[in-house]
């Protein structure tokens, strides 16, 4: 098994933007593992813009494409709050990214623990 970087997600609110139920579970039981304080479930835009201007979350993690959609439209109102974000994505064509989005960490799918609390210790320091 391998060594989980440490990552201090204590007391901190992180939205996960998941089509998919289970995965997202498995997202929000992974989060809670690493400390989150509180873990916000959005499984469309709609949703997700909806929690992020009722509890702004402290970090978010956005699965790149909604069934026909891209959560693009999430992540610019995530980036317009400077709130931290990770893309997930089981998709090697990032092409509908735009360019002011590109720069965003991005994590594959399946997501394991380990990763996940990598990238999220490597965006919480910068």
């Not at 440490?6 to 007391?11: E, M, N, R, Y």
Request: charge should be negative.
């Amino acid at each position: 098994m391998a060594s989980v970087p440490s990552v201090d997600l204590a007391g901190r609110r992180v939205l996960v933007v998941e089509d998919q139920f289970v995965i997202a579970l498995d997202m929000e039981r992974m989060l809670r593992t690493l400390g989150a304080g509180a873990v916000d479930l959005a499984a469309s835009i709609p949703d997700a813009l909806a929690t992020i201007a009722r509890t702004p979350p402290d970090l978010a993690i956005l699965d790149l494409k909604l069934r026909t959609e891209t959560t693009v439209p999430i992540a610019e109102a995530l980036q317009a709050r400077a709130i931290p974000l990770v893309f997930a994505t089981g998709y090697a064509d990032l092409g509908a990214m735009p360019a002011s989005l590109r720069d965003r960490p991005l994590l594959g799918k399946p997501v394991e623990l380990a990763d996940l609390a990598g990238i999220l210790g490597q965006l919480l320091k910068t």
